[in-house]
């Protein structure tokens, strides 16, 4: 069967691979759909300091089910769609043993420390597979990037009594603004410096919008929440200006939530930390309860769905498609390789 690796940094090709064969426990899955993440991005681009090459990229993944062995439960069927929860879980480590198993230390994420899906077929645990009888094969594939954002807002405790700001419009913004506003019923304003992103968080549930390129930030929020800035802040950019711009903005005794890698130190003034008694959090990857809430999410109908999805290439355009992103990542959201 074929797959596409990156061979090394800026290089693809297409190889062939042995067809999977499933063992008891394990789902043959034939991969029909499979969305880029950022960090495959950062592999292309040599960026990813967690792989290895060659890799198979992806773990967003809409896929039908195409060969059930023994010891996989009645309730999965043949031509069933489905997703992958592509992380794994050592058990052992002080993440797995406080229940926090998406933070775990030995963890390998698909198309990250292990090859991924951008190939014909897969073999994974039953305990792996995610899915809705609602759910198209595109918002199958939503799930996963959607879930990163929902996990944050799980760790930022959000209500519907809270305004959250979220910093970036990208796909794992995109997660934390219908996961707080949609999901929790929170107000939220979103912040970015490109108009066309700030356009769709309004579709996905932000309900005031700031491009800080073009406007003060700190007036803005300051006019927006009566002088008490947002109490939930969730970080989805990745930038040293970001980092600082969230505990600066956020109120007093507020809650700030890391998702985003910075790609050099950061240097705070820490008196915030302090003078303000803020819970400053990470957020890593996502829990099977964050894929159910995003299935939720999807089901009601108002998530942008269409809209996320910036193009859709096929199987022999994959590796051209990487490389037209690194070439200009602003203008993409979501990029999907139809198999």
């Given amino acids: 069967m074929k797959a596409l690796v990156i061979s090394e940094a800026g290089q693809t090709a297409f190889v062939e691979r042995p067809h999977p064969v499933p063992q008891a426990g394990e789902v043959l899955l034939q991969v029909k759909r499979l969305g880029y993440c950022g960090s495959d991005l950062n592999t292309f681009r040599g960026n990813n300091p967690m792989v290895s090459y060659p890799r198979v990229p992806g773990h967003e993944i809409g896929a039908v089910i195409a060969g059930i062995p023994v010891g996989v439960p009645a309730e999965f069927r043949e031509g069933m769609l489905t997703t992958v929860l592509p992380y794994t879980t050592c058990g052992t480590c002080s993440s797995c043993r406080t229940g926090r198993i998406n933070a775990c230390r030995n963890n390998q994420t698909l198309g990250v420390q292990r090859d991924g899906a951008l190939t014909d077929y897969i073999a994974v645990p039953w305990q792996k597979l995610i899915r809705s009888d609602k759910l198209s094969l595109s918002e199958h594939t939503l799930i996963e990037p959607l879930s990163v954002g929902f996990h944050a807002v799980e760790r930022g405790q959000v209500t519907s009594d809270d305004t959250v700001m979220v910093f970036g419009c990208g796909m794992i913004g995109l997660g934390a603004i219908s996961g707080a506003a949609l999901l929790r019923g929170a107000r939220v304003i979103a912040v970015d410096i490109d108009d066309a992103k700030l356009a769709l968080a309004r579709k996905a549930g932000a309900k005031e919008t700031i491009n800080s390129k073009t406007e003060n930030l700190h007036d803005r929020l300051q006019t927006l929440t009566n002088g008490d800035g947002p109490g939930v802040v969730i970080e989805a950019v990745g930038l040293p200006a970001t980092f600082r711009a969230a505990v600066e903005e956020v109120s007093f005794a507020g809650r700030v939530v890391y998702i985003g890698y910075a790609k050099e130190p950061v240097s705070y003034e820490t008196k915030y930390f ?57 203008r993409v959201t979501k990029i999907h390789i139809e198999l």
């Fill in 274 to 330: 302090v003078m303000k008694e803020l819970d400053i959090r990470g957020s890593r990857n996502a829990t099977v309860d964050n894929f159910a809430d995003v299935i939720k999410v999807l089901e009601s109908g108002r998530y942008p769905v269409r809209e996320t999805i910036t193009r859709t290439l096929p199987f022999a355009a994959a590796g051209a498609g990487l490389a037209d992103w690194a070439a200009d990542p602003s």
